[in-house]
């Protein structure tokens, strides 16, 4: 019995280590974001930093307003799509940037309303990223967005 109650207590204190929000979760969220996704991705940067910020589940919701229709595009065929470009050279001569409109942090689960600017001026994406945070850290796990 005294096992059971011992072995109780570590596994509650895990999770409540893992659940607990820190005053730098909203830091490690941005800079999750800022290397996995705008400079992994957007400016074609190092693709295996990119997978260890996001979930190998991660999907993206793509939304057609003209067929009225949603699909999924999986992390793999992103990160795929953007090796491709590399190595074919064509990489575009964009800079992409980001602006942080909110990082909303509830346990180990976080939403952030980011803006995607190009060459520092012109909005491409408003994105709505979902984070859950695993014992080796923040990662995306979702993502949603308008393309402007």
Not at 6 to 15: D, G, V, W
Not at 86 to 109: C, H, L, Q, W
Request: net charge positive.
């Amino acid at each position: 019995m005294k096992r059971i109650t011992i072995l109780t207590a570590i596994a509650f204190a895990l999770s409540v280590s893992v659940m607990a929000q820190t005053p730098d979760d909203k830091e490690a969220i941005k800079k999750v974001i800022q290397a996995g996704y705008v400079d992994g991705l957007q400016n074609f940067g190092d693709t295996e930093v990119t997978k260890k910020c996001f979930y190998p589940g991660f999907f993206i919701t793509n939304y057609n307003p003209a067929s009225n229709q949603i699909t999924h595009t999986p992390i793999y065929n992103w990160i795929e799509s953007v090796e491709k470009t590399k190595a074919s050279g064509n990489i575009p001569t964009r800079k992409i940037t980001v602006e942080f409109d909110m990082i909303d942090v509830t346990g180990y689960t976080a939403m952030a309303k980011i803006r995607l600017i190009e060459n520092g001026s012109r909005l491409l994406f408003t994105d709505y990223l979902l984070l859950y945070k695993f014992t080796e850290g923040w990662k995306i796990v979702q993502k949603t967005y308008m393309r402007h």
